[in-house]
Nanobody, 116 residues
């Protein structure tokens, strides 16, 4: 089992920045990738950014150039630096980890609200 705990969400204004953190604990030895998804009200959950084996990053087109995903040296935490936030970035942000042996894990989510 892997436990994921997110932090760092909040209410900000258009153009502001936020940094989300996600700490993984438990059986993390088989985690191949960690990432961030978000879900806006009435919308499906969508990929924001993912980092594979600590080195390969992928971003949704809507956040390229504004968001940066990174991990710590132990690869048990993942961060999402979000700059130039706009109201379309509002939603619940979920941390995700893919365990090659046991499947996909999700955090409980953290709310990000960007006011115009």
């Amino acid at each position: 089992q892997v436990q994921l705990v997110e932090s760092g969400g909040g209410l900000v204004q258009n153009g502001d920045s936020l940094r989300l953190s996600c700490d993984a604990s438990g059986n993390i030895f088989n985690i191949a990738s960690m990432g961030w998804y978000r879900q806006a009200p009435g919308e499906q959950r969508e990929l924001v950014a993912v980092i594979v084996r600590g080195t390969e990053m992928h971003y949704a087109d809507s956040v390229k150039g504004r968001f940066t995903i990174s991990t710590n040296n132990a690869n048990n935490s993942v961060y999402l630096q979000m700059n130039s936030l706009n109201p379309d970035d509002t939603g619940v942000y979920y941390c995700n980890a893919v365990d090659v042996r046991h499947g996909i894990y999700w955090g409980q989510g953290t709310q990000v609200t960007v006011s115009s």
